[in-house]
């Protein structure tokens, strides 16, 4: 399962990594937008961090670890997490998550926060598998479809 993918935080991208990344955004959201300075961009940020999943250089998934300190302590957060669509089921996005959960372990974050359509079984059952409880909670998003 998984042999040959490699997990690692991205510290560059070359164009072809970003081709990548931007045939990935449409296969997590229909409305994700590709913008190679923003994709860029998280490489410099100081609280989020662009985790890779590669097989022999090239990118398969990915997912972004974000970190924030709150008045009730430091807060991490997955988001976009996706694998491409024609490498799902050998366990990568596992591979993603774990590496994910055991730096999060490593910066001392307390809590670990993730959330998904409840459509997306197939994702909730996974997420549930390495650990993540379901909450008894809403999510609200305030502003326009393409925030």
Not at 9 to 34: G, K, M, N, V, Y
Not at 74 to 80: A, F, R, V
Not at 116 to 129: D, F, I, M, T
Not at 136 to 144: A, C, D, M, Q
């Amino acid at each position: 399962m998984a042999e040959g993918i490699s997990i690692a935080i991205a510290d560059r991208l070359t164009q072809s990594d970003l081709q990548r990344i931007e045939a990935l955004l449409p296969q997590l959201s229909p409305t994700a937008r590709f913008d190679s300075e923003r994709v860029r961009s998280l490489l410099e940020a100081q609280n989020a961090d662009l985790f890779v999943a590669r097989e022999s250089g090239r990118i398969l998934g990915m997912a972004t670890l974000v970190t924030v300190p709150l008045v009730t302590g430091w807060h991490g957060s997955i988001e976009d997490v996706v694998v491409d669509q024609s490498t799902r089921g050998r366990g990568i996005a596992r591979l993603l998550l774990q590496a994910i959960i055991d730096e999060s372990r490593r910066r001392g974050l307390p809590k670990l926060d993730l959330t998904s359509r409840p459509s997306r079984e197939s994702a909730l059952r996974l997420y549930e598998s390495v650990g993540f409880v379901r909450r008894n909670t809403n999510v609200l998003r305030f502003g326009s479809p393409s925030i």
